[in-house]
């Protein structure tokens, strides 16, 4: 079920709200203007809505931001980022969210796989009441067979051992309330994966299947590499296994030195006890290393999302202890 707003909350999404659409770029010059157009045909058909649209170009070589400041010049509702340098698609999508100043904002590539035209529908479901609004992929035309199979093996491996939900089959185009943006920027974390800090963050979610598209023009940016160092960071980010594996390591191998003694009624040799010890002090390491990480990462360790105060409004700010929204989201007597 969606989320209950405040009135605040209800009129600001009435007297027409703004929605932002942030783009990362990176060479996509072939591209942009069609992916401009196209855009620009559905946030105008927004009923009752203001629009704007962030593009961030991320290093690009081939012209994109000659291209963007064209776009620019000739529309005002579009705002540009330029980063020094390649950062990546994870910080240039961050560096969107922190520019936009939408109550809502869209996150979509630029190479028109994911169809702008699926905006209306997360607009609509937004208006409903969901915070955040995600594109299921439940097809990936124009992508190899590796990359699609590979891309099915992460997405359920990353669900089996992460410490809390994460969405099947989701990548970044998605919906998110102003809220919502306002905490995953409020994050210290400078190694985010926003796929799963969207998940972390826990704000009600639903989802919109559609079928991924080839590219328009051009080729992948998202080499071999790029894939590999995205799905470290997820599974890092997301999960607390990998420091635990030495000490299951150690633990199965301690259990099945002591099986196999038992059955051949004589003790094994002292090198297969000393690696099974040594596994399991590693994993206690791990464990005092994964509270380091955590510390050090500098996440809240709970988003406040709703608040009963009795008659008394209560300001929401941001503490030591936690994350909470903005202050109008506080209403008294009245659950969010």
Not at 10 to 31: G, H, I, M, N, Q
Not at 80 to 105: C, I
Not at 135 to 159: N, Q, W
Not at 172 to 192: C, G, H, I, M, N
Request: some cysteine; proline content about 7%.
């Amino acid at each position: 079920m969606p989320a209950t707003r405040t009135p605040a909350q209800l009129t600001a999404v009435a007297a027409r709200p703004l929605v932002s659409v942030v783009v990362p770029c990176f060479d996509e010059a072939a591209v942009i203007g069609e992916t401009h157009r196209r855009l620009r045909a559905v946030l105008r058909g927004l009923p009752e809505c203001e629009y704007e649209v962030v593009y961030v170009d991320d290093g690009s070589r081939d012209g994109t931001w000659d291209r963007l400041t064209a776009l620019a010049a000739a529309d005002a509702r579009v705002r540009l980022v330029r980063l020094t340098r390649n950062f990546g698609h994870q910080p240039a999508v961050l560096a969107g969210l922190r520019e936009a100043a939408g109550d809502a904002v869209v996150t979509i590539d630029a190479d028109l796989q994911d169809p702008p035209g699926l905006i209306a529908d997360m607009v609509e479901r937004w208006r409903a009441g969901w915070p955040v609004v995600s594109a299921r992929r439940t097809g990936r035309e124009g992508e190899s067979r590796f990359k699609t199979g590979t891309a099915h093996v992460f997405y359920r491996l990353l669900a089996a051992v992460s410490d809390h939900p994460v969405k099947l089959d989701t990548g970044d185009f998605r919906l998110l309330d102003r809220e919502v943006v306002r905490t995953l920027t409020l994050l210290p974390e400078s190694e985010l994966y926003l796929r799963g800090s969207v998940c972390w963050a826990g704000f009600p979610e639903t989802s919109l299947e559609y079928g991924r598209g080839p590219r328009l023009a051009g080729r992948t940016k998202y080499t071999l590499r790029k894939m590999a160092g995205l799905s470290r960071r997820g599974l890092l980010a997301c999960s607390s296994a990998p420091a635990r594996v030495p000490a299951a390591v150690g633990l199965a191998w301690l259990g099945g030195t002591a099986v196999t003694s038992a059955v051949r009624r004589r003790p094994l040799p002292l090198a297969a006890w000393t690696f099974g010890c040594e596994a399991v002090l590693l994993g206690v390491l791990g464990e005092y290393l994964l509270l380091v990480h955590r510390e050090v990462r500098g996440r809240p360790p709970y988003v406040v999302r709703q608040r009963w105060a009795a008659g008394v409004p209560a300001p929401a700010e941001l503490t030591a202890a936690g994350m909470a929204g903005p202050r109008e989201a506080w209403t008294a007597g009245s659950p969010r």
